[in-house]
C-alpha cells in the first residue's frame, strides 16, 4: 500500500506561518506530481497547491495564492508547503497527494487516489 505521511500541522495565530511536510514510502512518487488538499468541517475536500516532477511547475488555488509555497525534494521523495499570513478560514485537515498527471491539478480533475492521513491546522482569529 502506498503511503504518504504528513506532518508540521499544528495551531496558530491568525497572520502566523506553518510548515507542512509529507513523505512518499515509494521511490516510484518521485516521478509522480505531488500536491496538498484541504478539507474543512463540512466542507468537501479543495485543491490547495501542487507540483509537476519533471520541471517543478507549480499551481495555486486562487486562495492562498501569495501566501501558500510548494516545493519539492526529489532526493527524499517529499513535498513542503510553506504556509504565511495564516487566515481563520485556513483551518482544515491538509492531505497529500501523489498524481501521475500533473494537469489533473491545473484543470481542476479528479486526483489519483494516493493519499496521506492528514494533518490538522488550526488558525485562531
Known amino acids: 500500500q502506498a503511503q504518504l505521511v504528513e506532518s508540521g500541522g499544528g495551531l496558530v495565530q491568525a497572520g502566523g506561518s506553518l510548515r507542512l511536510s509529507c513523505v512518499a514510502s515509494?521511490?516510484?512518487?518521485?516521478?509522480?506530481?505531488m500536491g496538498w488538499f484541504r478539507q474543512a468541517p463540512g466542507k468537501a475536500r479543495e485543491f490547495v497547491a501542487g507540483?509537476?516532477?519533471?520541471?517543478?511547475?507549480?499551481v495555486y488555488a486562487d486562495s492562498v495564492k501569495g501566501r501558500f509555497t510548494i516545493s519539492r525534494d526529489d532526493r527524499t521523495s517529499a513535498v513542503s508547503l510553506q504556509m504565511n499570513d495564516l487566515k481563520p478560514e485556513d483551518t482544515a485537515v491538509y492531505y497529500c497527494?501523489?498524481?501521475?498527471?500533473?494537469?489533473?491539478?491545473?484543470?481542476?480533475?479528479?486526483?489519483?487516489?494516493?493519499w496521506g492521513q492528514g494533518t490538522q491546522v488550526t488558525v485562531s482569529s
Open positions: 497527494n501523489a498524481d501521475s498527471d500533473y494537469s489533473h491539478y491545473v484543470f481542476g480533475e479528479r486526483p489519483e487516489d494516493y
Open positions: 515509494e521511490r516510484r512518487f518521485r516521478r509522480y506530481a
Open positions: 507540483i509537476s516532477w519533471s520541471d517543478g511547475s507549480t
